[in-house]
Each structure stands twice: as C-alpha cells, then as structure tokens.
C-alpha cells in the first residue's frame, strides 16, 4: 500500500482517489474549498462534477496542504491549468528532497508558454516531476471503464513505479521518457476540440470533423516536434488518442464550450455554461505564439484564437480554412 496525496479535488481528482483507492493505495484529497470538502466528507459523492460515483470511507478529505503532502509516496497534482503555478508555489515548502509529482493537469501557461511540468519544476526545484496523460475522461474513470493511458518520467525506473501504482484490470498504462511531447498533445488537442465543437455547433457534420482530427494532429505533430517532442508521440494515446475522445465526446468540456461558440455564444457566455475550467481556451493563446517562435504554420489553430481573442465569427474562420491555397497532404 502506498499513501497518495492528490492536489484538487475537481473531476479528474476525484476520479483517480476512486482507482487509486481500488488499488489498496492509502489515498487523501486536498482542496482550498472548504465547502467542498465539506460536502465530499458529508456526502461520499462529488454531486456536481461525478454524480452517482460514490466515495469509499477510506478516502481522506482535507483542506490542509501539510496534510496531504507530507510523508507521501505521491503526489497528484490535479488542479487545473491556470492553478498550476500558484498551487505549486503554496506546496514547495512541504515538498520533500526527490518526493515524487504526478502532474495530470493539460495546459500551457499563457504569459511564458511554458508547459506544466517545466512549471512545477520551477516553482518545486526538489521534486520528481512526472506526468500522466492519454484519453481518459474522468466521467468514465470514476465509473471503472476501460481506459489507456502513458505515464512521462525521465527515468525509466520512476514510470515503472508508478505504472505499478495506477495500472489495473480497467486502466492501462504505458510508460514514456518523452514528457515533452505528452504534455504538448495533451495542451493542443483542447484546441483543436474547440474547433470541432464551433463545427458541431454549426451544423457541419462528421467530415468536416474528421478533417479536423487529421489535419489538427498534423499541427499538433509539426510544432511538437519543432519543439523537441517525438513525432511517435503525437500520433500515440497522448496526441491521436486523446484528440479523437476530445473531440468526439460530449464529456469533453472544450468540444462542449465550442459547440456553443459555433451556435453564437459568446466565449464568456459558453465558459459559464460549461461551468468548468476549459483549458483550450487558455493554450490557444501560447500555442499561437509558440507557432510564431517556431515558425510553424498552424492555420486550425490561428482561426480557433481568431475566433477566441478577435472576434472573428465561427462561419468565416471555417470559410478561411477551407479557402486556404492549394496544398499536397504529405509534408516534405
């Protein structure tokens, strides 16, 4: 039995309490909301984002940090993209030398353009940092569904570790050393799933979906690779696998947001009616400008930011994508 301290108690937070808990791990959830811990406690249900998913009374609940970070084997950090750094910052003085971080947050920072790793070991310079990734929507973690994922580690021994820990007869895990590459799909799909939820919104059908997924992992695998990761990567579970669940399921919160752009929200409107962090909104803006810093074209991305930050409307940006010059599908 290992003691797990997980950092967030949203979604995905409270989805991997329930498997590591299946696991015989030792598991104890943090979170600043007292109210919400409150109610976890009272109620061993998290009412509003996994409904009917009931909490084992082995599970730990607690809004103190020192708490759930001290003397643990691991540590989950799953709070979302934005939180990132501030939380990171507020767990450093109770962060043990080579304590171990699983990040399974997707994002990159806005302002730096930095991944989420590269975060956490900024703010956490004595930790293991690691991530976790791959098609896994919460909804159906939480109700034991099949699901695969790739564990990031720059040491083989530390992904095996912790594939041991996670890994069961529903949630397959594959092990990586490109952490790199895994966090850029996990970031970028959430942008191309924007876009194919302004299709959905407008009524456009499954091709032109199909067209996104395709031509979005092109854009995907094209700056990765620009930026170091493994072209392998992008068209693995964290890269194609993620994009197509993204972009497909209703459970995707970006697809979601989308779907309500292309009907004629606003960005504002559609972010509170999800009534949840989506984390595309927030990589489009770095992912266009990592693609000026790297000279990548991005042309579904450049019209997903035109839509967020400059007010084109959803019918002209697939307009200008669809009009775009003439071009052979394979790259050189």
């Known amino acids: 039995m290992k003691k797990i301290g997980i950092i967030g108690a949203g979604s995905w937070g409270t989805a991997l309490a329930v498997l590591l808990n299946n696991n015989g791990q030792q598991v104890t959830v943090w979170s600043v909301i007292e109210d919400e811990i409150e109610m976890l406690k009272r109620e061993r249900e998290h009412k509003d984002k996994l409904p009917g998913i009931i909490l084992s009374e082995d599970i730990q609940f607690t809004t103190d940090l020192q708490e759930a970070i001290q003397g643990k084997d691991l540590l989950v950090l799953a709070v979302p993209s934005p939180y990132t750094r501030s939380t990171s910052r507020k767990m450093k003085e109770f962060v043990a030398e080579g304590q171990i971080i699983v990040n399974v947050a997707k994002g990159i920072e806005e302002d730096t353009m930095k ?55 529903v949630f397959r895990v594959y092990t990586s050393d490109d952490i790199l590459g895994i966090e850029l799909g996990g970031a970028l799909k959430n942008v ?44 693995g579970l964290t890269g194609t696998g993620d994009l197509i669940v993204t972009c497909a399921s209703m459970h995707s919160r970006n697809r979601r947001a989308g779907i309500l752009i292309g009907k004629g929200y606003s960005v504002d409107e559609a972010m509170k009616e999800v009534k949840m962090i989506v984390e595309g909104v927030y990589s489009a803006k770095a992912a266009l400008q990592l693609s000026k ?17 400059e007010g084109e409307s959803p019918r002209a940006a697939v307009d200008a994508l669809m009009g775009r010059e003439k071009k052979s599908e394979l790259e050189n």
């Open 192 to 235: 191309i799933a924007l876009a194919a939820g302004v299709a959905d919104g407008l009524g456009y059908g499954d091709n032109i979906k199909a067209a996104l997924i395709t031509r979005g992992i092109s854009e995907i695998s094209r700056l990765g690779a620009a930026m170091g990761g493994r072209k392998e990567t992008f068209h």
């Open 293 to 309: 810093k790297y000279n990548v074209e991005l042309p579904i991305i450049e019209q997903v930011a035109a839509v967020l930050f």
């Open 115 to 169: 991944t989420l790793t590269a975060i956490i070991e900024e703010e956490i310079p004595q930790a293991v940092v690691t991530v976790l990734s791959g098609p896994s929507h919460a909804e159906e973690v939480g109700r034991g569904l099949p699901t695969a994922c790739v564990v990031g580690a720059k040491k083989e021994d530390i992904a095996v570790y912790i594939q041991e820990i996670f890994m069961n007869h």
